[in-house]
C-alpha cells in the first residue's frame, strides 16, 4: 500500500461510516482522489465494496475454475446422431468457485481470483460472488471472450456418456497477473489452489509467497503438472486415482494407503486427505492417521461433494481442529453436498455440519 492509502484505511477503520467527502477533507485532496485511492484499496482487499468493510485477517484467498455448468439428460436411451428429448440444468460451477461458495456459507471471508468473460454469464457469476458476499475484485476479465462452460450429457440412468471442457481462458492466469496480487496473497490465512491454474503460475505462487496452501487436484490428467511441486503444499485432498497418480504408489489395501500417505508427508505435506468415495476418507499428517468412513445421508447427487470436503478441513484450519475432526468436518460438509440436486447445497451451514456430526456418533 503507498502511505495515503494506509491514510485512508486507517481513518475508515476508525469510522466505517466515513464519507467520501469528509475523506478529502480530512487528506486535503478531491474526492475524486479519494475515490481512486478507495478503489486500489478494493483491489488489494483491504476493504470489500463500497460499504468501507474492513477485510478480516482471516479471510481465505482461492485461484482457480469458474464455469457455467450445463448438463442435459436424457429421458429415453440415448440415440447418436439424432435429437433426444431430456432435460437441460444450467448452474454456476468450477472448482475454485465452487469451494468459494461453500466456504462463503460456513460464515468464511473469500477472495476468488478467477477468470471471466465479458459476457453474460460472468456478469451473472460477478453478481452471485456479491450475494453470497464473495470477494470477486480482484478477478479478471478477458475482453471479448466467453466464460468457461462445461457441458455434460447424461443417458436415461443419469450417467455421463460425454462431457466437453471449455477452459482455456483460464491461461490468462499468469504469473504476471499474480504477482499484482501480492497483497492478497501475503494477508490471507489460506490459499486454495485448483489445477485449473496454470503449472507455471502455481509453481510461482508456492515458491514466493508464505502462506500455507491447500491443494485441489481437479483430476488425475491435471494433477500431474504438480507432481515435482506436491512437497511444497500444506494440505493436500487427492482422490484414490490422483494419489496414485502423483505417488507411482497403487492403493490396494490399508497398508499402501499409508504408504502413500507417507510419500506426500515425507515429500514436506503437512495433512493428507485421500478421497475414497463410498469407501470413507484416509487422513494422515505422518503422526496421526486412519480410515473414516462417510456418515449416513442420503445420496442424491455426488458432483459437489469433493468442492465441498476442500471447504470443511479449510475452515477446520482456520479453526485450529486437528485432523481427525478436520476429517470430520469435510465429510460432514460432504454429506450436506451430496444430498442435494445442486451442486452447491442450500443447506450448508456450520448448524448443519454439527448436525451430521452428533448424528454419526
Known amino acids: ?37 478507495i478503489s486500489n484499496l478494493i483491489k488489494k482487499g483491504k476493504i470489500i465494496g463500497k460499504g468501507y468493510i474492513i477485510q478480516k485477517k482471516s479471510f481465505i484467498t482461492v485461484i482457480g475454475g469458474t464455469n457455467i455448468d450445463i448438463s442435459a439428460q436424457s429421458y429415453l436411451p440415448l440415440k447418436n446422431y439424432d435429437s433426444n428429448p431430456g432435460k437441460v440444468n444450467t448452474s454456476f460451477g468450477g472448482v475454485g468457485r465452487n469451494i468459494a461458495d461453500n466456504l462463503s456459507r460456513l460464515n468464511q471471508d473469500v477472495e476468488l481470483i478467477t477468470v471471466l468473460g465479458d459476457d453474460f454469464n460472468g456478469e451473472e ?7 453470497l458476499g464473495i470477494g470477486i475484485s480482484n478477478s479478471l476479465t478477458i475482453p471479448n471472450s466467453p466464460t468457461s462452460t462445461y457441458i455434460s450429457i447424461l443417458d436415461e440412468n443419469n450417467d455421463m456418456k ?20 501480492k497483497e492478497i496473497l501475503d494477508e490471507c490465512k489460506i490459499c486454495i489452489i485448483d489445477t485449473n491454474t496454470p503449472k507455471k503460475t502455481i509453481e510461482y505462487i508456492v515458491n514466493n509467497f508464505n502462506v500455507p496452501i491447500f491443494l485441489d487436484c481437479v483430476s488425475s490428467t491435471k ?14 485432498k487427492p482422490n484414490k486415482l ?14 499402501s494407503l499409508k504408504k502413500c500417505a507417507d510419500f ?20 494422515s499428517n505422518g503422526q496421526v492417521f ?44 460432504a454429506t450436506i453436498a451430496i444430498s442435494s440436486e445442486k451442486t452447491i447445497s442450500d443447506n450448508m451451514s456450520l448448524e448443519n455440519i454439527n448436525r451430521i456430526k452428533e448424528e454419526n456418533l
Not at 483460464?170 to 504476471?176: A, K, R, S, V
Not at 490422483?242 to 497398508?255: G, M, P, V
Not at 461433494?305 to 460438509?333: P, Q, R, T
Open 1 to 37: 500500500m503507498t502511505n495515503r492509502e494506509k491514510e485512508i484505511l486507517k481513518w475508515i477503520e476508525e469510522n466505517p461510516f466515513i464519507s467520501q467527502s469528509e475523506l478529502a477533507e480530512k487528506a486535503d485532496i478531491a474526492r475524486s482522489s479519494v475515490a481512486v485511492h
Open 125 to 131: 457469476v460477478k453478481k452471485n460472488c456479491k450475494v
Open 162 to 181: 460425454i462431457a466437453i471442457s471449455a477452459m482455456d481462458l483460464y491461461e490468462n492466469l499468469t504469473i504476471d497477473f499474480v504477482k499484482s496480487k
Open 223 to 236: 494433477a500431474l503438472k504438480i507432481k515435482n511441486l506436491i512437497g511444497k503444499f500444506h494440505t493436500i
Open 242 to 255: 490422483e494419489a496414485e497418480a502423483l505417488s507411482d504408489i497403487k492403493i490396494i489395501d490399508l497398508d
Open 264 to 283: 506426500f508427508i515425507q515429500k514436506g505435506v503437512k495433512q493428507v486427505f485421500i478421497s475414497l468415495g463410498e469407501e470413507g476418507v484416509f487422513y
Open 290 to 333: 486412519g480410515k473414516m468412513m462417510p456418515f449416513k445421508g442420503k445420496i442424491i447427487n455426488t458432483t459437489g461433494a469433493g468442492d465441498a470436503f476442500m471447504s470443511g478441513i479449510a475452515y477446520s484450519f482456520l479453526e485450529n481442529l486437528n485432523i481427525v475432526e478436520s476429517c470430520k468436518n469435510g465429510i460432514a460438509c
